[in-house]
């Protein structure tokens, strides 16, 4: 027998997880697609050396499990000296994971526009960076957007990994709740349909800022 | 007695009354030319001759038996119609000499070697007999199109339909392309096709089919509807055309 | 207190290795069979057939992989069904895999043209014809490279099968660490056996990638 009734006075446990991990979410996607977006101009645009170095980076993390960088970072850092509260690291796990593959995204973005765009920039007079924000970005962007916010809530998804070191969690929240009250198929199934529903609804936004971020289309 | 024969065809998608009415005939060894303006529905009508779309109104018959598009019928079928398409559709991981003999395989059962002669025999009648172990992307448009034709024709198809299957090949290739059909037509074949070459038409053919708005507006044999059109549509059409 | 020398270490991980290897292949193939299954629903052009996968696949790619390992083990032997932490892990990275698979090669597949079906119906070939002559073994080439690409998801899901108590790889490394106190050299052992086993997959993947778009 299932008893999903059970779980309702636990509805404060399941909305404080939830909380966190829509937080940590928000912060680490903007934080992941920055350094990404960085990471990536410098692998397009950069010197040789400054590219191996993000190369190595991207690498290093997309060939790695992300339940290993974050207990490298949470139980690795501190044994040279780096205390990080579980929240901290976590929060540097997701940036760090969420950068690589945004770096890897966002460069196919950049290599898609054309050298003639570039130029035409310059020949206006616009310096790199104008030419970055101005001419580059916006459609570099455009294109690899569904890519981007696609790995985005995979991120999100794979955050479940961080009730594994305390942090508390959606993925915390069941753990704790089943722990109670004995009832794990439960507490997992009604996790599940929440992050599924989380997963929607990020979507669901991501849709409706790109349609705002590239507003230019509709208007023409 | 005819070989195609369309009644009363009507065609919609969605809302869009793209056939309305169609009435023709097809005798064996005709060489019948459809022309009209872009939209005006003279692929469509292929594509209804042949099973590939779906006709709400009417009746489409070929050599006596009625069309649908139900898979068992769209195979029976395509052992008397064969199709030649504008973008070739050949088969791009096969040789040419796979692309002509898989249809006689596996779908008429031949032996592989009766196959192959049939394939290279096909292939020497549209001139590429040197082309047999090639491969599709190696071929230029022209060539590609004649693999497609000979492709067709190891199914002995009674009649073939072919939908404007010079308009993307560069000029210089077209000729060669419409050579062949010209010595199909000489061997007796049933054509139909969807041309924008006048003189192919006037030439070649033996009838031609004005098409405008999803009707047939006007048709008559090549030579007289071509310099003496009845109609506004066929005279300001073929003033464009020319 | 046991003395782990770094031959201890590395003995243990890579014992623990081949634990990973065997899940990898185990899931991949698990996934890959399953993935081909709902390839073929997916195509049979039935509105029933398709929902189910469309169902399935936003189930298994709009969850975490963990919360879906959580439900096959904890989950299914509290209805009742026991299972073991190997066959929940299996379970649930085959399920995981094949959500993935089945979007990568439904994109492959839709990028060969309409007239690619056109033209096999035309000349009388069967639905079952057109798939297995024409559509798959162009697919199939398509399809290689993203697919080698997703095995290093599998291979990095199954670290995920630590936190059930599979011992493998990761599992191997928490407990080694906890006996040990040298979390940095632990972890980044362990982070470098995976990208040993990751990268020339990648590498792999990538050259069939180039290779492909040069041959067309
Ligand atoms: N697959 C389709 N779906 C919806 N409308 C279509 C489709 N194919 C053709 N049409 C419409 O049917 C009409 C006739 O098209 P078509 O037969 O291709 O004309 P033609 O070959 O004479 O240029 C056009 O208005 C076109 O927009
Ligand atoms: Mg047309």
Redo the contacts between chains.
Sequence with gaps: MLYFSDLLQYSDVFLSGLKTTVELTVLTTILGVVLGTVCATVRQYGNRASQRVVSVYVELIRNTPFIVQLFFIFFGLPAIGMMLSPWEASMIALTINLGAYSTEIIRAGLASISKGQIEAAKVLGLNFRQTLTRVIFVPAFEKIYPALTSQCIIVMLGSAVISQISVQDLTYAANLVQSRNFRAFESYFVTALLYLGLSILLRFAFNALGKRLFAYRASN | MSLVNLHQVHKYYGDNHVLKGIDLDIKAGEVVSIIGKSGSGKSTLLRCINGLEQYQEGGITVDGKEVTTEDIQVRRLALSVGMIFQNFNLFPHMTVGENVMLAPTIVLKKSKAEAETTARAMLEKVGLADKFDSFPEKLSGGQQQRVAIARALAMSPKVLLCDEITSALDPELVGEVLKVLEQLAKEGITLVLVTHEMNFARDVGSRVVFMHQGKVWEQGDSKTLLSNPQTDELKQFIGAVL | MIEFSNYDILRNLMFATQWTILLSLAAFIGGTTVALTLTAMRLTRNPAMQRIVRVYV??F????????M??CF??????GYEISAWGAAILSLTLFTSAFLVEIWRGCIDTL?K??W??S???????L?TLR??IL??AI?VATAPTVGFS?QV??????A??IGFVEL?KV??ML?NATF???K???L??LI??ML??PL?LYSKHLEKKFNVS?
């Design positions: 936003e189930l790619q709009g969850t975490p992989l963990l919360m879906q959580f439900l904890f989950g299914l032997s509290m209805l043209p007239g690619q056109e033209a119906r035309c000349l009388g070939l069967s639905f014809q002559h024409i073994p162009q080439r290093v291979i990095k899901g199954t670290a995920l630590s936190v990761t490394g928490t660490n040298e979390p940095f632990i972890f980044t362990v982070a995976y990208f990751c990268y990648s067309r």
